[in-house]
């Protein structure tokens, strides 16, 4: 569907509406900057993917406001990276991921999730802004090459070791780690459903040390939660029931 901007305010933001004017010709295919600090006589091309994915949030941020579309920045080192409805920062979270090459970005801090979705169960429909981007080395040219809106659970699946892919270094969990999403020969199928994200995770904090006490009440703390903000009820299946549905593809 292809929106004109001109009736933007017959519409609230939403993060899809968000997405598919940022699709149009009026946002993404016009979002290209130069990423070179000039230093004395040299250049230097910044190549770090933090600072590009700033570099795109500010640009993001700009272009709204120019646009006249409604949203509250973050700032801080936390999310939402913006609140798009800005009388209710319970809903309408959108987050920004920018990668080269394949997705290596982190989702989140797994400790902070875990306890967040309880605090805080609207977050687990926040939408991720992935925006995969090419960069020119020789100019700092950066360009933005590609785009998808995502749920959390479409941008996860388990891995090996882990009912859902982790950052694990030395065997201790640090963040939850992206699948290749948009790739049909990866080695693991994406989560089907929010409930289906839930399990794995679950049995990871069930299964992991450190969070195995949290793992005995987290299932039904979520649940809960999620209950008493939106009124529905999660079914949460165990992980046993459906990792025969997640298992390794064969070649």
């Known amino acids: 569907m292809k929106i004109s901007l001109t009736h933007y305010w017959i519409f609230r933001m939403t993060t899809t509406l968000l997405f598919d004017l940022l699709r149009s010709d009026n946002g993404l295919k016009s979002c290209r900057f130069n990423n070179t600090i000039k230093v004395g006589v040299y250049n230097v091309c910044v190549t770090q993917n933090d600072i590009i994915t700033f570099l795109i949030k500010e640009w993001l941020d700009k ?117 290749t999403w948009y790739s049909t020969s990866t080695s693991y199928p994406i989560f089907r459903s929010l409930e289906h994200f839930l399990s794995a995770l679950d049995y990871v904090l069930k299964t992991y040390s450190p969070t195995a006490k949290i793992g005995m009440t987290w299932r039904k703390d979520v649940a809960n939660a999620y209950k008493k903000h939106f009124g529905q009820t999660l079914d949460i299946p165990l992980w046993q029931d459906i990792a025969e549905q997640y298992a390794e593809k064969e070649d």
Not at 144 to 154: G, M
Request: hydrophobic share 40%.
């Open 63 to 179: 272009w709204m406001t120019e646009m006249g579309f409604s949203h509250d920045y973050n700032h801080a080192q936390s999310a939402p990276d913006f609140w798009l409805d800005i009388d209710n920062h319970d809903t309408e979270w959108l987050e920004i991921k920018a990668f080269t090459g394949s997705p290596n970005f982190d989702i989140a801090n797994m400790m902070s999730y875990i306890t967040e979705v309880i605090e805080k169960p609207w977050k687990l429909h926040s939408k991720y802004l992935c925006l995969k981007y090419k960069m020119d080395e020789d100019t700092g040219i950066v360009t933005v090459s590609d785009a998808w809106l995502k749920s959390v659970w479409e941008i996860s699946c388990p891995s090996a070791k882990w009912a859902i892919k982790v950052q694990d270094k030395k065997g201790v969990i640090y963040n939850l780690r992206p699948a």
